[in-house]
């Protein structure tokens, strides 16, 4: 049997109004419909349609997002997905999970129960509402490719001509929306309530993980370029042999005393056969990394400091001592997913993404040395950094117009991130510290990025080095829509932000899909609309 269930009034609570990053609050949310099953939220989207307006409705998962799409003064209701939380596995339909399980709640499911696993995100409360449909992905990435591209259905909510209908779609249903919403991202076109999965890859059964603490004392420009080309040659090796293997640099900034390479490797001994031999040749190659940094800089036993996702604390044993006889530690994969798998704590930040297609070049390092080595004025930089995943493998294996994720010739994400407390009881000084950190960064990406306008996008067809930016690391600096959710007249600001995101996906061409299309065709009157959600019509006409 299917309800409407919802609180308002004194059941609506100050945590319903908060979203992860701190930033962001829902001052004047008035009622939160919780579904427990799909037909609740059919029930749900049926009643809050004739309530509210397209851009007061918001919907939310595990609340990461990183930017104020759900918790914003205009948002009056949410569709608070958390008792999404059935999975299972269906005779036609394969493997399901609801989208209110966060990715801590999916490895166990999917792990303990069947046996398998998702390339998804490390860190446990991210919720895959959001998360997957955006194209989520992680340390198991470049062997088994983006979240998305396991996908075979979806269970969704969509809202047309004030009508809301529950919908199977795969790719014989709907395939248009199918396509769109793996990688169109949350918030776009409906409220996602399972995803399904024919297949899905089978659990590793071990994970290594190494580390290596790369001092700021010591580095010179010439250090950093250096440390960025070996990454790229050696840690995104494209070659099928190391796509078990997932390696990231954060770039602290410097008055965090140090840099960090971690890396992740997996063994499934129905891919890697004898663990001996297995385990050999990866002492070989941790042994050779490191190596290979030390020859260009100083290492360190000393733990670096962990800023960056995925979080763990620096002292639980993941950072190698001295003493340490192998040059990994191993964990079963499920617990070396969970020693991996920390949120950080609830902070304000500020986020930034790009994609490249080759090693850092030398006037990028150079601006990047620059930045993080200075100390702007009022800028709390102690926990700021960026890192650089490496990526590529299997998801490269995709056609850009096989999903809604464009990039796929990339061989690292960059993820830029400066956090900060607000401890002081003085609002101003509050105020001031949060400009100058986003400042700071602001500064940083648009000065590496000078030469494309200051945002990562090819201004060409197509670019060596950039490949635009990742939706799931929204950042509304780069385009947003106008006050009313919608385009910008003539400017259309928002084409600059969608281009990053989706690449040629986002209008598309004659005989390719385009999220702007599907968007216009299953949300045309821009349900969930947000400053940076896929444009649909004029909002005022919308409303
Ligand atoms: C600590 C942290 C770690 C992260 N690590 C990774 C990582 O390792 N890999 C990676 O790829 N990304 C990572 N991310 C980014 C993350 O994928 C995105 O922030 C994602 O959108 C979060 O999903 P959510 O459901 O938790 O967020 P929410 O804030 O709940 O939702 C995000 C967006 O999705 C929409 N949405 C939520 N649920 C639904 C639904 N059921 N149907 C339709 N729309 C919905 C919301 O309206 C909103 O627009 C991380 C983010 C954080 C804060």
């Known amino acids: 049997m299917s309800t409407c269930l919802f609180r308002e009034g004194d059941a609506i609570t100050p945590s319903d109004r908060q979203g992860f990053d701190r930033r962001w609050s829902a001052p004047n949310l008035?009622?939160?419909?919780?579904?427990?099953?799909?037909?609740?939220?059919?029930?749900?989207?049926?009643?809050?349609?004739?309530?509210?307006?397209?851009?007061?409705?918001?919907?939310?998962?595990?609340?990461?997002?990183?930017e104020n799409f759900i918790y914003s003064a205009k948002t009056k209701c949410i569709v608070d997905v958390t008792g999404?939380?059935?999975?299972?596995?269906?005779?036609?339909?394969?493997?399901?999970?609801?989208?209110?399980?966060?990715?801590?709640?999916?490895?166990?499911?999917?792990?303990?129960?069947?046996?398998?696993?998702?390339?998804?995100?490390?860190?446990?409360?991210?919720?895959?509402?959001?998360h997957v449909t955006g194209?989520?992905?992680?340390?198991?990435?470049?062997?088994?490719?983006?979240?998305?591209?396991?996908?075979?259905?979806?269970?969704?909510?969509?809202?047309?001509?004030?009508?809301?209908?529950?919908?199977?779609?795969?790719?014989?249903?709907?395939?248009?929306?199918?396509?769109?919403?793996?990688?169109?991202?949350?918030?776009?076109?409906?409220?996602?309530?399972?995803?399904?999965?024919?297949?899905?890859?089978?659990?590793?059964?071990?994970?290594y993980i190494s580390t290596i603490t790369l001092p700021w004392e010591g580095i010179t420009p010439d250090?950093?370029?250096?440390?960025?080309?070996?990454?790229?040659?050696?840690?995104?090796?494209?070659?099928?042999?190391?796509?078990?293997?997932?390696?990231?640099?954060?770039?602290?900034?410097?008055?965090?005393?140090?840099?960090?390479?971690?890396?992740?490797?997996?063994?499934?001994?129905?891919?890697?056969?004898?663990?001996?031999?297995?385990?050999?040749?990866?002492i070989a190659t941790t042994n050779q990394r490191k190596q290979r940094y030390a020859s260009i800089g100083k290492v360190s036993n000393t733990p670096a400091p962990h800023i960056g996702h995925p979080v763990w604390l620096a002292d639980n044993g993941l950072f190698l001592t001295?003493?340490?006889?192998l040059p990994y530690r191993k964990y079963t994969y499920l617990e070396g997913t969970q020693n991996v798998n920390g949120s950080g704590p609830n902070r304000y930040g500020k986020y930034k993404s790009a994609y490249l297609k080759q090693a850092?070049?030398?006037?990028?390092?150079d601006k990047y040395f620059h930045y993080m080595t200075e100390q702007p004025e009022g800028a709390d930089l102690?926990?700021?950094?960026?890192?650089?995943?490496?990526?590529?493998?299997?998801?490269?294996?995709?056609?850009?117009?096989?999903?809604?994720?464009?990039?796929r010739s990339s061989i690292a994400k960059v993820q830029y991130g400066t956090y900060w407390y607000e401890d002081s009881q003085d609002p101003a000084a509050n105020e001031a510290r949060a400009a100058a950190n986003i400042k700071w960064l602001q500064d940083m990406y648009s000065d590496v990025y000078a030469r494309w306008n200051g945002i990562p996008s090819p201004t060409a067809f197509s670019d060596p080095l950039v490949d635009g930016c990742y939706f799931n690391y929204c950042d509304t600096?780069?385009?947003?829509?106008?006050?009313?959710?919608?385009?910008?007249?003539?400017?259309?600001?928002?084409?600059?932000?969608?281009?990053?995101?989706?690449?040629?996906?986002?209008?598309?061409?004659?005989?390719?899909?385009?999220?702007?299309?599907?968007?216009?065709?299953?949300?045309?009157?821009?349900?969930?609309?947000?400053?940076?959600?896929?444009p649909a019509v004029d909002a005022n006409k919308a409303a």
């Open 30 to 66: 008035e009622r939160v419909y919780t579904p427990l099953t799909a037909d609740d939220a059919l029930n749900a989207a049926e009643n809050f349609i004739h309530m509210y307006n397209h851009d007061e409705v918001q919907i939310v998962s595990g609340r990461h997002c990183y």
């Open 84 to 130: 999404l939380r059935d999975f299972g596995h269906d005779r036609d339909k394969g493997y399901y999970i609801g989208t209110g399980n966060a990715n801590w709640d999916m490895y166990q499911i999917l792990n303990n129960v069947f046996g398998k696993t998702l390339p998804a995100g490390s860190c446990y409360s991210v919720g895959l509402g959001g």
């Open 135 to 207: 194209g989520g992905y992680g340390l198991l990435s470049r062997l088994y490719g983006l979240t998305v591209d396991w996908i075979t259905g979806v269970r969704i909510v969509v809202i047309r001509n004030n009508r809301a209908e529950l919908l199977y779609c795969d790719a014989s249903n709907h395939a248009d929306l199918f396509w769109a919403v793996r990688g169109g991202g949350g918030g776009n076109f409906g409220i996602i309530t399972h995803y399904y999965f024919q297949d899905l890859p089978r659990s590793p059964d071990y994970m």
């Open 223 to 282: 250090v950093l370029f250096q440390y960025f080309q070996t990454f790229a040659e050696y840690e995104c090796s494209q070659s099928e042999l190391t796509w078990n293997n997932f390696n990231i640099i954060h770039i602290n900034h410097k008055y965090t005393g140090a840099l960090s390479l971690s890396s992740f490797t997996y063994y499934d001994k129905t891919r890697q056969g004898d663990i001996n031999s297995f385990e050999r040749s990866l």
């Open 322 to 325: 001295a003493d340490d006889a």
């Open 360 to 365: 850092v070049p030398r006037d990028q390092s």
């Open 382 to 407: 102690s926990a700021t950094l960026f890192q650089l995943d490496s990526y590529g493998g299997r998801i490269n294996r995709v056609s850009s117009k096989e999903t809604a994720i464009a990039q």
């Open 477 to 534: 600096d780069i385009g947003v829509n106008n006050s009313d959710y919608s385009m910008n007249g003539a400017h259309y600001p928002i084409d600059k932000a969608m281009s990053a995101y989706f690449r040629d996906n986002y209008v598309g061409s004659f005989s390719h899909p385009s999220v702007f299309m599907v968007k216009q065709t299953w949300n045309p009157q821009n349900w969930f609309a947000s400053s940076q959600s896929i």
